[in-house]
């Protein structure tokens, strides 16, 4: 093998490397409910989706296909088993708002 394949070899390699680093999880919040009984952490993946996970477990992932910036989802607490997802666009002018109403089985 020539030393400009064992170049391209390599290149490709940590083409590979960087472009499956970039499939999980890269950033996380963790909101606890009003009485501190339960905890949600929202993960998000490289295009903003956040999944939602409760004790160690995926309980939501999100339905539509991502976003182009960095969004952030945060939780408004309407009981100690049951919350509000929600996404506020500033950006414009809340025209993609979004919001899911979600209920803990315990």
Not at 91 to 102: P, S
């Amino acid at each position: 093998m020539g030393k400009k394949q064992k170049h391209i070899r390599v290149v490709l390699i940590i083409a590979v490397i960087c472009m499956l680093s970039g499939c999980g999880y890269d950033r996380k919040d963790v909101f606890t409910s009003p009485d501190g009984t339960n905890t949600i952490t929202i993960k998000y993946d490289y295009a903003s989706r956040p999944t939602l996970f409760y004790n160690g477990e995926k309980i939501w992932e999100y339905p539509n296909s991502g976003f182009n910036e960095e969004v952030y989802f945060y939780i408004e607490w309407d009981s100690e088993n049951t919350f509000t997802l929600k996404y506020d666009d500033g950006r414009h002018k809340g025209k993609y708002a979004e919001e899911y109403r979600i209920e803990l089985s315990q």
